[in-house]
């Protein structure tokens, strides 16, 4: 499997609940980005890796989303005190060095209840 | 703001053309991207444009204007298969992409 890989693929908590979503990227891919999609729309940009160094979080919704690549490979997602409005498929992309392109993993749907 | 303009739906037959054309205003510019995304699925890259023009590749081509805020992406002989949704995006800032709701193609017979 040479794709970006995602578990799990779906999650339900209930509301107040923390959880962790997981991603691996392509092997050599050095940035990696995490994006919220909605029902009917279009991803949302949550945050930015190069390698293990968070360059960009800008669109972490709130102070209850974190996001960690501690060896600048394998990334987790983690969301404390689940809320309704979390609910989303939360879709991970890595790309190389050398091009501008994103490749994105199957997402995990997260439904909070 | 940051907005991306593109129609929700568009339907059209199997073998014929389609154009979906997306507008765009953005606080930076990379690169116009074109990803296709089937229900419950990953998008998948089809394009990128930083230049102005059209680029071919395959059944499928992608036109930019920078000056505009323009960008189309064309599907030639359309299969059943190409029903899916469009995403138009615009890089920005340091790498982030920036979509639109997307426009969902339906091919009919």
């Known amino acids: 499997g040479a794709g970006v890989s995602q578990s799990p693929r779906y999650k339900v908590a209930k509301r107040g609940q923390d959880v962790a979503l997981r991603c691996d990227p392509i092997s050599g891919h050095v940035s990696l980005f995490w994006y919220q999609q909605a029902l009917g729309q279009g991803p949302e940009f949550l945050t930015y890796f190069q390698n293990e160094a968070q360059l960009d979080k800008s669109g972490l919704p709130s102070d209850r989303f974190f996001a960690e690549r501690p060896e600048g490979s394998v990334s987790t997602l983690k969301i404390q005190r689940t809320q309704q409005e979390d609910s989303a498929v939360y879709l991970c992309?890595?790309?190389?060095?050398?091009?501008?392109?994103?490749?994105f993993g199957p997402g995990t749907r997260l439904t909070v209840t | 703001g940051q907005n991306i303009d593109q129609p929700t739906e568009m339907t059209a037959t199997e073998g014929a053309i389609v154009q979906i054309n997306c507008t765009y205003q953005t606080s930076g510019f990379n690169g116009l991207f074109w990803y296709q995304q089937h229900a419950g699925e990953a998008p998948t890259f089809l394009s990128y444009n930083v230049l102005d023009g059209l680029e071919e590749k395959g059944r499928f081509s992608s036109f930019l204007s920078r000056s505009k805020g323009y960008s189309y992406l064309l599907l030639k002989e359309l299969q059943m298969k190409d029903s899916a949704s469009y995403l138009c995006?615009?890089?920005?800032?340091?790498?982030?992409?920036?979509f639109g709701t997307g426009t969902r193609l339906t091919v009919i017979p």
């Open positions: 995006a615009v890089g920005t800032g340091a790498n982030n992409l920036f």
């Open positions: 992309a890595s790309s190389r060095p050398t091009g501008p392109e994103q490749y």
